[in-house]
Each structure stands twice: as C-alpha cells, then as structure tokens.
C-alpha cells in the first residue's frame, strides 16, 4: 500500500548539516548520511565494548594493527568516492572536515600540501580519544592516523602514512603529518605475524628446553641406581646409550655412592646395552678401576653375542673383570666365593 505525503512526513524526518544530509525512516527502522544506511553507537559505552572485546580477544598489540589497517581501507574508500565524482583533491579536502564533524568524528583540520603531497592533519574530539580515555587507556587509537593515510593516500595516487605529532587525552587532541613513506597497513601485518611466529617458537623452544630438562634429571635419578643384593653384592644397571654428559654423571655418582656400601662385588649389568662404542668402553673401564680402588672386585653380565662382536671388531679392551652371561650366575659366583650358596627350597 503506497503512503501519501501526510504518511510518510510521520515516519520520515530528514535535515541537513553542514551541507550532509541525514535521513531517518522509523517505519522500515533505516537511518541514512549521505544517502547511504548508517548506525548509532554510544562512544564511552557501546562502542567501547565493542573495541574492548576485540582487544581482550586479539591482545593490544595485534588490535593495534587491525584498528590501523580498517581505518587505512576505510580511507580508501573515502577517498575513493570522491575520485569517483571528479572533484579536484582541494574541493574534496573542503568538504571532508564539515562531513566529519557531522558524522562526530571531531573537529577536523586539514593543511595541505599537494605539490609536496603532504599534509598535517589536526582532530579535537576524536571519538577515538574519546573512547581511549572511557577505557583509562594512556595509548593513542590507530584507527584515526591509518584512516586519513588512506585517504592521503587514494586522493594522491601514492602511498601515503602517518607521524603522530602531538597527542593529548586530556584535552582530546591528535596532530598527525601524512607525507609519502614505503611504510603499509600490510608490512605491518607481515611484522606482526613475523612477530607472533617469533614468539610461538620462543614459546615452544622454551617448553622443549623444560621438557628436555625435566628428562635428563629423570634419565639422571635412574640410570645409575646401585643395587645391594647383600652386603657384600651389589648391582649396578646400565641402560640405553652413554653419551659424555651421562657417562660423566654416572662415574660422580657411583664415585660418591659406591664406598657407603662396602662391599666385595660389584656387578655392572648390561643386559640394557644394545651397542657399545669408545665412550662406553672408556666409562666401563673407569668404573672398574674405581671399584679396585675401593677393595671391590668386578663383575661384568648380560653381554650378548652382538655386543661381544662389536666388542671384538673394534678391539675395545675392558678391564681386569670377570665375565657371565647373566647376573644370576654372577651371584652365585660371588656366594661362592664367600663360602655361601642358594639353596633351592625342597618341593
């Protein structure tokens, strides 16, 4: 059903400011500025929500670039419309402080340089300041800046960014000056990923040196642990592979623990051996000359068939040791010599 006149004055209403017009058409819920639908946002209220949630789920850091980038794209697409409607650069900076003000963007104040394409750019309350300082933020907002280096940087056909000059919260004050610069919303953007790559490896770097640390104390609390089967018997397990830093900690700490035992045998097992080399063969040899320091004889169990052709093939040589193929029958040897035996129980 078409409205009359009458109608449509009730639920449309319609001024113009400055030379921008705005519209309002409460019956199909549309606002309008400058022809083109528009929102209302509270500043120190609504808005600063909306920008504070981007923030807490971004970080500052990364917010920083986005708020920066949307307003270097917004201003591209400002001074894209006024490209568009072949207006020189001195008419469109005309009309763009008197649109601003209208739309509460702040006080704006352009001088410009086209022959040196540059420009110092002056905005009293900013709704960016305005919502720094609803925030208790000390930081300057980087939407404003990016956005007028894209218009800088649409109406002179180069690439344009900014300097901040002044900048003042309190009085809610931004200078900046727009002037020709290699730098872009994009190189920031790399950076910041480069940045965030930096840090995710730090980061991992830094739980793989934990974890790394956390198992080279748990390889170091057993990996020599020195077993007493009697008094005078003891056992001492060697598992996996002896570089120089294990080999180092296992001779200090059979070095420092072995004398509290005092005891005749010592039984180095090698069942967990799966190969040998020099750094093995030099930390056998040492701990077998330390346990002949101490009065104790050595035995040597559990070297399999491919361990004694290793041991053959490179010549290896191992100290005064008597040898066995398992550590019970290293335990008996050693009963025996003590004029003890194990007796079996009867069935």
Do not use: C
């Not at 300097?163 to 730098?183: A, G, M, P, Q």
């Not at 040791?321 to 035996?341: C, P, V």
Request: proline letters at 3%; a negative charge.
């Amino acid at each position: 059903m078409t409205q009359t006149p009458n109608e449509l004055l009730k639920t449309q209403t319609s001024i113009d400011v400055n030379g921008a017009s705005f519209l309002w058409d409460t019956e199909k819920g549309i606002f309008k500025f400058e022809g083109a639908d528009v929102l209302l946002f509270w500043t120190d209220s609504a808005f600063k929500v909306f920008l504070d949630s981007i923030e807490e789920i971004t970080g500052e850091g990364t917010a920083d670039i986005v708020f920066e980038t949307a307003g270097y794209r917004t201003g591209l697409v400002v001074s894209d419309f006024y490209k568009k409607s072949m207006v020189s650069i001195e008419t469109s900076l005309q009309f763009l402080p008197k649109i601003y003000a209208s739309a509460g963007w702040g006080k704006t104040s352009i001088d410009v340089d086209v022959a040196n394409k540059s420009a110092i750019i002056t905005i009293l309350n900013g709704w960016e300041t305005k919502v720094k300082k609803a925030q208790n933020s000390s930081r300057m907002g980087r939407f404003l800046p990016g956005h007028w280096a894209g218009v800088f940087t649409g109406l002179f056909d180069t690439n344009m960014w900014y300097e901040v000059l002044e900048h003042d919260l309190t009085s809610d004050f931004l200078k900046i000056r727009i002037t020709e610069s290699n730098i872009t919303p994009k190189d920031n953007i790399r950076e910041l990923v480069q940045r965030e790559e930096k840090n995710e490896i730090m980061k991992l770097e830094a739980m793989v040196e934990d974890r790394t640390r956390e198992l080279t104390d748990l390889i170091r609390e057993i990996s020599s642990p020195i077993i007493p089967v009697t008094d005078n018997i003891v056992v001492i397990p060697l598992i996996g592979k002896y570089n120089e830093l294990r080999s180092k900690d296992m001779l200090e700490h059979t070095l420092t623990s072995l004398p509290q035992h005092r005891a005749k045998f010592v039984i180095l097992d090698l069942t967990g051996i799966r190969s040998i080399d020099s750094e093995m063969v030099d930390m056998l040899n040492k701990l077998v000359s330390s346990a002949r320091l101490f009065g104790m004889e050595t035995l040597l169990v559990g070297i399999s068939p491919e361990l004694s052709m290793e041991v053959t093939k490179h010549q290896y040589s191992i100290g005064e040791s008597t040898y066995f193929r398992n550590l019970k029958h290293a335990i008996h040897f050693a009963f025996a010599k003590e004029g003890m035996f194990i007796q079996e129980p009867k069935k």
